[in-house]
């Protein structure tokens, strides 16, 4: 059996998914490697969507979220500028010769570039099942113009949204985005601590996501003003400017800095409470890892969606002009949200996705692929 997972380097969620995904397959003895797809198809391509969307997501953020808003008010199909109809005659004979040579029994599309260039392709008979994974607590726009045999959700109460946008429900697969298998597993609050050599004591961990998004420095300032004493650990991803600034700082609390940082499911272990912006995949793991949320610099668009949904369903709160981080840290550990939150993340959690994901995918080879 052979898996081909097809990804777009636009964020770095998508691919933590299908890495996920193939360390389950791998360790089943299933045979699966992970495409970019633009990377693959046209290398110059790539390199400026992956560009493009780090320009409107960290630099105009604004604007993305404008252009993802009126995405979601265009209605379906020829109304919509749907970029698989523009691209996919142009991309698809390159990967299809890709597809003829590696022989997949299923693919697995963790971005919606991918999904559309897939749907082109299953027109004209494509042999091998399709399954895409939706990386947000939310239907992303477009994914309604494409024709897959399977698609992974966050939860079931994305059911109704995915009926209303024309997605049969016996093609939904609500079994969680799949996220590494480590997040699973947990250790005690002493124990993670001595794991990574900190204080046992409370601890806030400030996550920026992999991109090192928003004005993170800000935050720990304001933390540092408060009349609480609890420790801070800072994950700044790959944005090396942002953990310089923050090393530089004249803080009185005892704060641990960190770039990028392989080990979060301890620090997530070790922590109180987590602010963070809100990614799908960053979001998956804290349910997984019950630790309280509160909500940080979310990116316009999805992970506005990914906010309502938190919101919604009391898994976090979000700061703002009027509601700062510092007054946000105080209502948590002052009343009885924390406990709250943390009982509703046990009932909407998926942290066995990715073996869910391993199943799916496996029975589909035992219906006779």
């Known amino acids: 059996m052979k898996v081909l997972f097809l990804s777009v380097t636009a964020g770095h969620g998508h691919n933590q998914a299908a890495k996920a995904g193939m360390e389950c397959l791998n360790a089943r003895g299933i045979d699966c490697i992970m495409l970019d797809t633009f990377e693959y198809i046209n290398p110059v391509l790539s390199e400026s969507i992956a560009r493009a969307y780090l320009i409107s997501t960290k630099?105009?953020?604004?604007?993305?979220?404008?252009?993802?808003?009126?995405?979601?008010?265009?209605?379906?199909?020829?109304?919509?500028?749907?970029?698989?109809k523009i691209i996919n005659s142009l991309l698809c004979k390159k990967l299809t010769v890709f597809l003829n040579d590696y022989d997949p029994d299923v693919i697995v599309c963790t971005h919606i570039f991918s999904a559309q260039i897939i749907?082109?392709?299953?027109?004209?008979?494509?042999?091998?099942?399709t399954i895409g994974i939706i990386t947000d607590f939310t239907i992303h726009p477009f994914w309604e113009d494409t024709d897959l045999d399977y698609y992974i959700t966050a939860s079931s109460l994305l059911n109704f949204q995915a009926r209303k946008k024309g997605i049969p429900l016996e093609k939904i697969k609500p079994i969680g985005i799949p996220i590494h298998t480590k997040f699973a597993n947990k250790?005690?609050?002493?124990?993670?601590?001595?794991?990574?050599?900190i204080e046992d004591k409370t601890t806030i961990l400030v996550m920026s996501?992999?991109?090192?998004?928003?004005?993170?420095?800000?935050?720990?300032?304001?933390?540092?003003?408060?009349?609480?004493?609890?420790?801070?650990?800072s994950v700044c991803g790959n944005n090396v400017s942002l953990k310089k600034k923050i090393?530089?700082?004249?803080?009185?609390?005892?704060?641990y800095s960190y770039g990028f940082a392989d080990n979060v499911d301890v620090m997530m272990d070790a922590s109180d409470c987590i602010l963070t912006k809100p990614g799908g995949l960053t979001v998956s793991e804290c349910l997984a890892k019950c630790i309280p949320m509160v909500l940080i610099n979310p990116i316009p668009g999805q992970e506005d969606r990914n906010t309502e949904f938190l919101l919604n369903n009391g898994l976090a709160i979000k700061t703002s002009k009027t509601f700062p981080v510092d007054e946000a840290i105080y209502y948590l550990f002052n009343n009885d949200r924390r406990r709250h939150m943390i009982e509703m993340m046990r009932e909407i959690s998926k942290p066995n996705a990715a073996y869910g994901l391993a199943d799916i995918i496996e029975q589909q080879a035992k219906r006779g692929i």
């Open 59 to 84: 630099f105009t953020p604004t604007v993305y979220g404008k252009l993802y808003q009126l995405a979601e008010r265009l209605e379906k199909s020829n109304d919509k500028l749907n970029i698989g």
């Open 119 to 129: 749907s082109h392709l299953k027109v004209n008979g494509l042999p091998c099942k």
């Open 187 to 197: 250790m005690e609050k002493p124990e993670a601590r001595k794991a990574l050599g």
């Open 209 to 233: 996501g992999s991109m090192g998004y928003g004005s993170v420095d800000e935050v720990i300032k304001k933390l540092d003003d408060m009349d609480m004493d609890f420790q801070i650990i």
């Open 247 to 255: 090393d530089s700082l004249d803080i009185k609390k005892k704060i």
